[in-house]
């Protein structure tokens, strides 16, 4: 495990000396969410009975910086290799794909959860939530970091330049995001957005994440869990797969 263990030393310090670019800058860019939503909605949406739209859309948020963080880690990591040139030192030592694979995944986890805690130790001073089956929200927040971490690790096997990974992000991740019901209850769509909503595997995340706080979700948790789970595991063996192959990688 020692490979493993310097790889994943080298993305984490990747990111930690960078910290204002990669931590603080998202968590503010959360906290200007919650002020301007929370102000503008709060006297005039209610999702949930009894719970606030401030209190409603702490957690997307939450979840919502946890998940574009830890894409953002693995697929930059992986592109500024490759044009820089100095992933052929990774590609030289005796790693193999598996300890690769758990080692750009953990990093862009560990980046989510801080950029997510950050932004909840924030929205504590603006929303009183309350946190009724804990159990559920570090289940979904795991698997979320997961998923997107993956995506990222595919999204920078696969790109060749900046502005195609750009394009992955603002084409794909960050519109699946959006309409994944972090500001909003799906329910409260019309019927062609919300079965697209229903398609979107990073609302049942986000839904999941929601109804560890509050006991209340658009879909039963367990329902978003086995949903989560599956394309947890589809995605896993495509990257696997990828990297197993060289795909882009070595040529």
Request: proline content about 4%; cysteine-free.
């Amino acid at each position: 495990m020692t490979g493993f263990r310097t790889l994943l030393y080298k993305e984490l310090l990747r990111f930690w000396k960078v910290a204002t670019q990669t931590l603080t800058a998202p968590i503010v860019t959360a906290m200007l969410y919650l002020l301007i939503f929370g102000h503008v909605l709060e006297a005039h949406v209610q999702v949930f009975p009894g719970v606030s739209y401030t209190a409603f859309l702490a957690p997307g948020l939450v979840m919502m910086s946890v998940l574009q963080n830890a894409f953002a880690n693995s697929s930059s990591s992986l592109i500024q290799s490759k044009i820089t040139g100095n992933l052929v030192f990774i590609l030289l030592t005796p790693l193999s794909h598996w300890e690769m694979f758990s080692a750009y995944v953990l990093a862009a986890m560990i980046r989510g959860f801080m950029v997510g805690l950050g932004v909840m130790l924030i929205t504590l001073w603006f929303a009183d939530l309350s946190f009724v089956a804990p159990l559920w929200i570090i289940v979904f927040a795991l698997l979320g970091a997961a998923i997107l971490g993956t995506m990222g690790l595919i999204a920078g096997i696969w790109a060749e330049k900046f502005d195609q990974l750009a394009a992955f992000q603002n084409f794909l991740i960050v519109p699946a995001t959006f309409l994944a019901g972090v500001f909003y209850s799906v329910h409260s769509l019309p019927p062609f957005w919300l079965a697209v909503s229903h398609a979107n595997p990073f609302f049942y995340m986000i839904d999941g994440f929601r109804y560890g706080f509050f006991g209340h979700s658009d879909v039963a948790p367990l329902t978003s869990l086995m949903i989560v789970l599956v394309f947890f595991i589809v995605l896993s063996s495509i990257a696997v797969t990828l990297l197993k192959r060289g795909y882009k990688l070595r040529h």
